[in-house]
Every structure is written in structure tokens, then in C-alpha cells.
């Protein structure tokens, strides 16, 4: 039998020493950064041990699993992110199940948060998922788009677009994400510049195991990572 056990302490706690240096490199404060662990894949035992250990903001990426898990995974002030593509059908489950959903990308799933969520009373935190890498599978609005999404969306009365969440293609090199990442802060400034902060506009979403230290130079305050804190499987 072969046992494999993570520890996701030690993971924990040397992903902290990597963003505290990062941020002392670039003038940044760590408190001011949130970790969302995350889950997909993840067996409930090493979630729970993950929370054990400090953690209260998870990311999962479909709905399916995620309703399996949060049916076990409960703790107190725990915040639930979707961070996959979300298709209308779901958007149901996705309002019952997710503190955040990461990746609104049109206005037509907008509408159908704004108007799930107002069926059961609630108001549903959003980030605005945009399209920056020039790979054709991912998903996210185009930067040309965006300003006109965000127009739509802001004016919902159930749903409340708090940020924006990028995902970096995948290079070889991570440096050369950089420029992807401080094209995401611009349009993400840009919202700022002409909107402020209604609705708490402030969380921009980027960096993941491999490119964290990149995107947080590059202005992000929300990184999500997974292989970094429970190994890869
Ligand atoms: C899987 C995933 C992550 C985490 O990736 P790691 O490389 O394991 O840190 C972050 N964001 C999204 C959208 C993901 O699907």
C-alpha cells in the first residue's frame, strides 16, 4: 500500500514566508493578501486539516464537487469560491454553494445570478473573470468588453462585482507572465480611475502556484493556490 501524506502545514507556512518576502521586495503589506486554498481534487480529510491549520477562503471549480464537499466542509466565517466556468444552468446551485463566484464572463450569466439570487433573498458577491491569454480554451470576457460588462453588472441589484480574477497562460518561464499580469492591473485600474470603489470594487484575483510571486508584484491581492499547499496529485 502506498501511503502518501501532504504536509500542508509546512506547505502553509512556507507559501506565507514566499509572500512575506514578495512583499517586502515590493513594498506590499501580506496582511493585505488573501489566500484561497484551492480544493478541486482534494479529499475532505486534507480541506478540513487546511482549515485546522488557518485557512478560510477555498476555491473550487465545479459544481458537482463542490456540493459533495461543502455538505461536509462547514466552519465558521469559511468563504466559498467558485473559481471555474460557470455554465446558466447551474447558476441555482453555483448562489447556494459560493460565498464568490469568480467567473462571470457575460452579461447573460450576470442576469441569471442577479435574478437566482434574488430568489433566495441574496446578495451574491462577484468577481468579473477576464480573458487576457491568447490561448482559445479559456474563458473570461475580452478586455474590449469589459467595461461594457461591468457597466451591466454593477447596476444589478443582487449581485455585487467586487474585483476582477485574470488567469496567466501557461509558459515555461514564469517571468513571462508579467506582462499579462500588469496588463490585468491596468484594466482593473481603469475600472477604479472611472468608477471608484462602489460595492467594494477592490479585489483583483491572479496568480497560482507556479506565478503568485509575479502577479503580486504586479498589484494582486487575492492569489489562489492549489498544488502549492496539497501537492500535486
Ligand atoms: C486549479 C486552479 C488554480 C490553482 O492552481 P495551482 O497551480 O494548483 O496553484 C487557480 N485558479 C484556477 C482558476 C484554477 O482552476
Redesign the pocket.
Same mark, same amino acid.
Given at each position: 500500500m502506498e501511503l502518501h501524506i501532504t504536509d500542508i502545514q509546512g506547505n502553509l507556512t512556507r507559501l506565507k514566508e514566499r509572500i512575506t518576502k514578495v512583499c517586502e521586495r515590493c513594498n506590499r503589506n501580506p496582511a493585505e493578501m488573501t489566500i484561497?486554498a484551492?480544493t478541486?481534487t482534494v479529499p475532505v480529510s486534507e480541506i478540513l486539516e487546511a482549515i485546522n491549520q488557518g485557512v478560510n477562503n477555498i %476555491?473550487e471549480?465545479r459544481i458537482q464537487e463542490a456540493q459533495n464537499k461543502f455538505a461536509v466542509v462547514e466552519a465558521n466565517g469559511l468563504q466559498r469560491h467558485l473559481? %471555474?466556468h460557470l455554465q446558466t444552468n447551474k447558476v441555482k446551485h453555483a448562489v447556494r454553494l459560493f460565498d464568490f463566484i469568480?467567473s462571470v464572463d457575460s452579461v447573460e450569466l450576470a442576469y441569471t445570478i442577479d435574478r437566482k439570487a434574488r430568489e433566495i433573498n441574496k446578495i451574491q458577491d462577484c468577481l468579473i473573470e477576464v480573458k487576457i491569454s491568447p490561448e482559445p480554451a479559456k474563458f473570461g470576457v475580452t478586455p474590449e468588453k469589459l467595461e461594457q460588462l461591468y457597466a451591466v453588472t454593477s447596476k444589478m441589484p443582487n449581485l455585487q462585482v467586487k474585483g476582477l480574477?485574470f488567469?496567466a497562460p501557461m509558459v515555461t518561464n514564469p517571468n513571462d507572465t508579467r506582462p499579462f499580469f500588469r496588463q490585468a492591473n491596468q484594466l482593473f485600474s481603469a475600472i477604479i480611475a472611472k468608477h471608484g470603489h462602489p460595492q467594494g470594487f477592490k479585489i483583483l484575483s491572479m496568480g497560482?502556484?507556479?506565478d503568485?510571486e509575479i502577479a503580486i508584484e504586479e498589484g494582486s491581492n487575492m492569489i489562489?493556490?492549489?498544488?502549492?499547499i496539497?501537492g500535486?496529485s
Open positions: 484561497v484551492v478541486k %476555491g471549480n473559481i %471555474g469568480q480574477m488567469m497560482m502556484s507556479d503568485f489562489r493556490i492549489g498544488r502549492a496539497f500535486s
